[in-house]
C-alpha cells in the first residue's frame, strides 16, 4: 500500500522516521507492507532517505492511482483544504495533524469522505500523541460526554511551569521556550490560546456531533500572567494553568480557553512542561483523564501514522466519525458562572466590598501596597463590569471549582 | 441485534442500565437497535425491568440465531470458559468482563472467535471503564510498548489511601473496604494481588503479542503492610501503592506484582481511592497516562456496551487482536534489581553495614528500638538472602524508581 506525505517539516519528517522506527510492527497491524511513494513539499531535501520521493506538483500524487493514504502534515488551510478535498474526492484517505483545518472543515470533510469510500482521521489534531480523538470516537461510546477539560497546549505549559517552579517571568519563560525549539518565532496562536482553541472546538464537535465553532469560543491567553499572580496562587496552594474546558448545558455547549488557578491537588496541576492532559467526564463512567506529550515531532507523527493503520485496516471503506455539517448551539460565555482572584490596590479595601459583598481576603507581605481577594461564584458579564469598576486593578484570574 | 446478557449480578445488571441510560447514543453509534434478548443466570429477578428476558439454560441462547452478541459477565473459568467456546464456534459474538477467562485462555477465544467471523473482546477485564485494552490494540498501534505499569485493582489502592490518609491499620481499611462493598467478603483475590496479576498478564500479552503466562508473574500483597510503613514513607516525602509492573527487555517480559513506595511528586501518588491509571511507556510516543474508575457497575458495564457497540459495527466480521497462542518468554524475577527500604531493629546497625554496605538510613522518633534504610539497587535474589539475615527484621517494602 503506497501512502504519501504532504509538508515534510517536523511532523511529516517525524511520520517517516516513525514508520521506519517501527515498520515491522506497524506492518503487522496494518495487515499490508506500507511504502512511502511520495513526499509532497516545496522544498528539496538532499541526503535525505526519502529524498528521490520528494514532489512538488500535487497532480502527480492525485493522479496516481496506487497513492491510497495521504498524511496531510502541511498544516493551515490552504492549500491544505483544497488538496485535502481532491484526494477525498479522489478516493483516497487523508490523516492529517492540522487543527486549523479540522476546526475549519472537519464536518464537511468527513462528509465527502464517507461518499466517496474512504476516510478522513486526524488523531493527531489534538493532543499530539494521545489518543483522545479516538478514546471520544471508539472507546467511550456507550457514554454521554458531560464535559472536557484540559491542558491541550504544550508551550503555553512549558512557560507556565517556568514561571511557577523557577520564577521566571513570562517574557523570559516564551523566550526559553523559542530557544528551545517548543515555541515558534510568532508565538501568537499559542499563547493568545487560539491553538487550544482550535483544540477544544474539535473535541466539542465531536461530542456535540456537529460544528462547535471555534470563534463562538471564549478564548484568552497567557501574556498577561505574571509571577506575582504565581505568588498569590502558591501562597492558596493553586498554581495557574491554561484550561480549554468544554460543558454540555441541556443540549447545548459551553467553551472556553483561559488561564486558571487550579488546587496543587487536582492531578491536573501535576501536568507540567510540555506534556498535556484531557479529562472527560460522561454520565456513567465519570471521570477518566489521558495524558501524555501533546506536542513534538515523533509523538504527533505517532498518531497520524496510528490512523494509517487504521486507514490501512479498513481500507475501501469509510470510517465513521459522528460530527455533522450543522451548528451546534454555544452558549454566552457572558453568563457562564466563575470566581475570579482579584488583584487591586490596597486603597481599593471599600469599593472591592462594596461591589462583590463577602470575599475571601488574602494579603502577601512582598506586595505590601496591594491585595488580592477571590468572589463568589459570579456571572462573566458582572465580574467583567465590576472588577473594571476598580481604580487600582492589578489582574484577575478565574479559578477552577 | 439480538444480546444476551450471561450473569447478571452487578456488572451484567449494569450492561442492562448502561443501555438503558444511554440507549439513543448507542444505537446510533452501534448502527442499529440492540435488545437484550436473554438475561442467563441461575436466579430469577422478579421486579426487574427485564425479568421476562430471564432464562436459566444456556442452549435457549445458543440455539438461537437471532443472538448475535454474547456480553459474558459471568466471572470465572467455568462455565464461562465452556459456554463462551459455544458461542464463539457458532459465530457469536462475545463481550466480556471476565479477567480470569481472558488471562487463561485469552489467545485461544480469540483464534476461535476468528475462525468463526466473529469477535472476542475484553475491554472490561482490565481497568474498569478506562478504555486501556482498546488503546493498546487500536490507539498505540505506531508505537513499540515498552513497559506498563500501573495501579490496577480498586480495593486495595482504596485500602491504602485510607491507611495514608487516615492512619488506619490494614485489617480495619479493609473491614470499611468490605462495609462499603468495595471489597469482597473473602478478600483474597483483591489484597493478594491476584487481581492485579491476572490484569498485568492480559496487558502484557497483548504487548507481546503472545501469551503472558499469569502463573510466571511475580505477585505480593498488601497484607503486611502496616502504618508504621507509611509513616516512614511520609517521612522520606512517598506513599505506597500495589504496582503492577510489566517491562519489555530484549523480547522476553518481565513481570511483577508487589506493594512499593513511590515518590508523592510522581502522577501515581495521586491516584487514589478505587481509581486506577495504567502509564505506558513506548519508544516514539514516550510516556502516556490512562486514569478512571477501575472498577464498579456501570463503569465496568460502560467497557462492556463499548465492546458490543464495537460488534454491532463490525457484525460478521473478526475484530483482530494481535495475541497469538504461544507463551512469551518472562524472565525470572529473581535477577530483577530493585531498591528496598528496610525496617529492622536498631542493634541490627552493624549488621546492616556488612551485608549492605552503604545505605540511607532513616530514624523517626516514634519507633526509637528500630530504624529504617534505603538499599542501592539489587537483584531480588541477593536482597531476599540478605533481608532474612537480619535478625531483628520489621518490613521490606520495594521503591519505584
Known amino acids: 500500500m503506497n501512502i504519501a506525505i504532504w509538508g515534510y517539516g517536523i511532523v511529516g519528517n517525524g511520520v517517516a522516521q516513525v514508520l521506519d522506527i517501527n515498520r515491522e510492527l506497524i506492518e503487522k497491524r496494518a495487515g499490508k507492507s506500507l511504502n512511502i ?10 541526503g535525505d532517505p526519502y529524498e528521490d520521493r520528494v514532489i512538488h506538483d500535487v497532480d502527480i500524487c492525485l493522479n496516481d492511482p496506487d497513492v491510497d493514504i495521504i498524511c496531510e502534515t502541511m498544516g493551515g488551510n490552504e ?4 488538496f485535502t478535498k481532491r484526494a477525498l474526492a479522489s478516493g483516497k484517505s487523508v490523516c492529517t495533524s492540522n487543527k ?7 464536518a464537511e470533510l468527513i462528509a465527502l469522505a464517507k461518499a466517496n469510500q474512504c476516510s478522513y482521521l486526524f488523531e493527531a489534531s489534538v493532543g499530539g500523541g ?20 484540559g491542558i491541550l497546549n504544550g508551550t503555553t505549559n512549558y512557560i507556565l511551569t517556568k514561571m511557577e517552579k523557577e520564577g521566571a517571568e513570562f517574557a523570559d519563560a516564551l523566550k526559553e521556550a523559542q530557544e528551545k525549539g517548543y515555541a515558534e518565532k510568532n508565538p501568537e496562536a499559542d499563547v493568545e490560546g487560539y491553538d487550544a482553541c482550535r483544540k477544544i472546538a474539535i473535541l466539542s464537535s465531536l461530542a456535540a456531533q456537529k460544528t462547535v465553532d471555534y470563534k463562538d469560543i471564549y ?8 509571577c506575582g499572580d504565581f505568588d498569590y496562587a502558591n501562597a492558596m496552594d493553586m498554581t495557574i494553568k491554561l484550561l480549554a474546558v468544554s460543558a454540555k448545558k441541556d443540549g447545548s455547549y459551553l467553551a472556553s480557553v483561559a488561564p486558571y488557578m487550579v488546587a496543587k491537588e487536582s492531578p491536573i496541576a501535576g501536568v507540567n512542561d510540555v506534556f498535556n492532559a484531557v479529562f472527560v467526564k460522561s454520565n456513567t463512567l465519570g471521570d477518566t483523564m489521558y495524558y501524555g506529550k501533546g506536542a513534538g515531532k515523533l509523538p504527533t507523527a505517532s498518531a497520524v501514522m496510528a490512523d494509517v493503520v487504521k486507514c490501512a485496516q479498513n481500507h475501501g471503506t469509510h470510517i ?16 457562564a458562572q466563575n470566581r475570579f482572584f ?3 490596590a490596597a486603597e481599593d479595601a471599600g469599593i472591592v466590598k462594596e461591589l462583590f459583598g463577602k470575599v475571601t481576603e488574602i494579603s502577601l507581605e512582598q506586595y505590601p501596597e496591594e491585595f488580592g481577594f477571590v468572589t463568589q461564584p459570579i456571572a462573566e458579564k458582572e465580574a467583567k463590569e465590576k472588577i473594571e469598576k476598580l481604580p487600582g486593578l492589578i489582574s484577575r484570574i478565574r479559578i477552577k471549582a
Do not use: Q
Not at 79 to 82: E, K, S
Not at 132 to 145: M, P, S
Open 219 to 226: 478564548t484568552e491567553g497567557i501574556t498577561k500572567i505574571t
Open 130 to 149: 494521545i489518543p483522545v480523538i479516538r478514546v471520544l470516537n471508539e472507546c467511550l461510546t456507550a457514554e454521554t460526554l458531560l464535559e472536557m477539560s
Open 100 to 106: 486549523e483545518l479540522v476546526a475549519n472543515h472537519g
Open 342 to 344: 482579584v488583584r487591586t
Open 79 to 82: 492549500p491544505a483544504y483544497t
Open 320 to 335: 465513521e466519525i459522528l460530527w455533522e455539517d450543522s451548528k451546534a448551539e454555544v452558549l454566552s460565555f457572558e453568563d
Open 37 to 46: 511513494k511520495y513526499i509532497l513539499d516545496l522544498r528539496e531535501f538532499p
